[in-house]
């Protein structure tokens, strides 16, 4: 399996930003789709965006236009930049790595979206 440390969660007010990063272990990195989540208290994991590995991204409605998933193959690491962050954003985001014999999580970063 992949492992996956994420990095760069915090206390924000909104309308702040704050950029996440998962670093991923071995030198397969570039294969893998990575995806970050978000599970809330109470709340099912969701997908918040998903990047593959031919560099296409996807994301949640709820996120479009705020936050932007990338990846950078040399430093094995992919990020998730998050702007006109919301109270709703609040939540524990994961990282996941997938290929058809990976499905690796991350331990999770806290974001908090308060005043």
């Known amino acids: 399996q992949v492992q996956l440390v994420e990095s760069g969660g915090g206390l924000v007010q909104p309308g702040g930003s704050l950029r996440l990063s998962c670093a991923a272990s071995?030198?397969?990195?570039?294969?893998?789709?990575m995806g970050w989540y978000r599970q809330a208290p109470g709340k099912q994991r969701e997908l918040v965006a998903g990047i593959s590995s031919g560099g296409s991204t996807n994301y949640a409605d709820s996120v479009k236009g705020r936050f932007t998933i990338s990846r950078d193959n040399v430093k094995n690491t992919v990020y998730l930049q998050m702007d006109s962050l919301k109270p709703e954003d609040t939540a524990n985001y994961y990282c996941?790595?997938?290929?058809?014999?990976?499905?690796?999580w991350g331990q999770g970063t806290q974001v908090t979206v308060s005043a």
């Open positions: 996941n790595a997938k290929a058809p014999w990976v499905n690796s």
């Open positions: 071995g030198s397969l990195f570039r294969i893998y789709a």
